[in-house]
């Protein structure tokens, strides 16, 4: 990407480590992505995944727990990762903004709402204190509070948990983010509720310009928000596209997995959900080679000890993916998969007389890795 | 029971809670209408789904089901029998015949027993299979028939995942064979590659079993692939319960409506990608 286009974030090879008592976690593997200033990427993982800690390090809350940390972090061309932690504090919840999963655990329980967002303006503007009420009922209305004035003075046990969310995406737009980084934001809250409060994330975006980063189990819902997807597995990205590849051609067989297993409500009743067999590996034992071969079902030999890098993928450079199957072979199995047929293993359609390696189509190269 | 009789028949339930204030001159300030005069019958080797939100009263519905609960009113009838005014060894039978699988396999399991020891528990409770070797017999096949290894007998819980956890309770469910089994939430602690696992597993036990199932979520997704019928609720009351076909195709409360616009997904995306 030339400079004229430089992103507003740019991660590069991320990686974080906790050593623990049972051994070290890696939870973020070499991760490198990139989130244009105004444009969504939505990160979507399952638990153990590291999608989490991929937030908290850009936010730099992985610092002072012992983590090990490499890579680069550059917002706005500045690597964060070399700030001070003073430095950090005047960019956290001032140029970039989180939001949690569960605002009950997030917002103080002893402080009204509007104290809160009236001290998140305070943090970073050199304001009153009346001048910091007022914006906090500003911000309070902005993200469709009903009778703001009265709910500012509620304690977060008073509010129900729509509220609460958006009592703390009034804090996180306190100071006009350019990036917010929305980690679960509406996992915890029901079906009705979720809706109003992605439509307020999508309408807040519009209106302010901010850079979304949405981090999420759920594909159905970066596909309604997020331009832009990274799959994770183990503490990498498996694959990333823009959302329209994504679900059109998917082209990992995680990908295919999660897409499948999740019942929909337009997937004909009888037809059995196709399940990913097995559970998410360990961060600290992680599997050999590709860390999905254990619950692939197009796994090969060669694939329990050759490890695939992320690679754009032939002619379409904005797609890239960690597999280790070759193309054709990928986009015949994703199309016998949509038409509702089992592919057959790809293991079997490779001429069986020779070496694993070579069935699998690698290089020399490849197999050194 | 005749056929075309239902197993279950639910009349005019209702559960309110009081809410009090003071300790000594207790006064109730309040009444929490949980469950509001709910109906509802459930027919032998049907699937049928209650859904709605937090608070909706679908929990508070099977536990009076089950007699977790005391309702403030109505009635429960399982195979014509009356559960709500069962006592003693009358309730005891009953429960043998409706069993529960809850939401958290991390909470409901006993951290100190070994996987054996909680899937056999039912026969004792129930003074079945007295001898060892018998109960050990029965536990390896349940294990077996939920996609768990037998090996894994003298293990416990912690050493599982969540799937694995929730097979376990599963297995301690179908350990009396219980002709009910009530579902609630059992999917929405698990990862999503593991959902579809257990919800298979749920289905085949279904056919294989001739189970009859109440499954309770708040995934309407979950729900039309798991259901033959389903009960919307909302705020104690249902409101409406109608076939899969009809409930999906041609949903006739506000709210139904309201919640089925709210699923998450890509309606663009989604339908060219999944359908």
Known sequence: ?369 | MSAGAPLVQVRGLVKHFAVTRGIVLKRTVAVVRAVDGVSFEVMPGETLGLVGETGCGKSTTVRLMMRLLEPSAGEVRFDGRDVTHARGAQLKALRREMQMVFQDPYSSLNPRKTVGAIVGEPFAIHHLEPDRAGRRRRVRELLEMVGLSPERYDRYPHEFSGGQRQRIGIARALALGPRLLIADEPVSALDVSIQAQVLNLLRELQSELGLTLVFISHDLSVIRYMCDRVAVMRAGKIVELASNEQLYGAPRAPYTRELLASVPGARRDRRTILG
């Not at chain 1, 100071?175 to 979720?194: C, F, G, H, S, Y």
């Open chain 1, 1 to 369: 990407m030339s400079a004229a286009a430089e992103p507003l974030l740019r991660v590069e090879d991320l990686r974080v480590s906790f050593p623990t008592e049972d051994g070290v976690v890696h939870a973020l593997d070499g991760v490198s992505y990139e989130v244009a200033r105004g444009g969504t990427l939505g990160i979507v993982g399952e638990s153990g995944s590291g999608k989490t800690v991929c937030a908290l390090s850009t936010m730099g809350l992985t610092r002072g727990q012992g983590a090990e940390v490499s890579g680069r972090i550059l917002f706005q061309g500045r690597d964060l990762l070399a700030l001070s932690e003073r430095q950090l504090r005047s960019l956290r919840g001032g140029e970039i903004a989180m939001i949690f999963q569960d605002p009950l655990s997030a917002l103080h329980p002893l402080f009204k709402l509007g104290a809160q967002v009236a001290e998140a303006v305070r943090a970073h503007q050199h304001v009153s204190r009346a001048q910091a009420r007022a914006r906090a009922l500003e911000l309070l209305e902005l993200v469709a509070i009903p009778e703001p004035g009265q709910r500012a003075n509620a304690y977060p046990h008073e509010l129900s948990g729509g509220m609460r969310q958006r009592g703390m995406i009034a804090m996180a737009l306190a100071n006009e983010p350019k990036l917010l980084i929305a980690d679960e934001p509406t996992t915890a809250l029901d079906v009705t509720v979720q809706a109003q409060i992605l439509a307020l994330l999508a309408r807040l975006q519009r209106e302010l310009g901010m850079a979304i980063v949405i981090i999420t189990h759920d594909l159905a819902m970066v596909a309604e928000m997020a331009q832009q997807i990274a799959v994770m597995y183990a503490g990498r990205i498996v694959e990333k596209a823009p959302a329209e590849l994504l679900f059109s051609a998917p082209q990992h067989p995680y990908t295919w997995g999660l897409l499948r297993s999740i019942p929909t409500l337009e997937r004909p009743r009888d037809e059995r959900l196709a399940a990913i067999p097995g559970a998410p590996p360990s961060l600290i034992e992680r599997p050999s080679g590709c860390h999905f071969h254990p619950r692939c079902p197009y796994a090969r030999p060669a694939h329990a000890r050759i490890d695939p890098a992320l690679q754009p993928l032939a002619g379409r450079p904005q797609h890239s993916v960690a597999c280790l199957l070759e193309a054709p072979e990928r986009a015949r199995i994703w199309s016998e998969l949509r038409a509702g047929r089992t592919p057959a293993p790809a293991a079997e359609t490779a001429s069986g007389a020779k070496g694993s390696d070579e069935a699998a189509g690698l290089t020399a190269a490849q197999r050194r890795r």
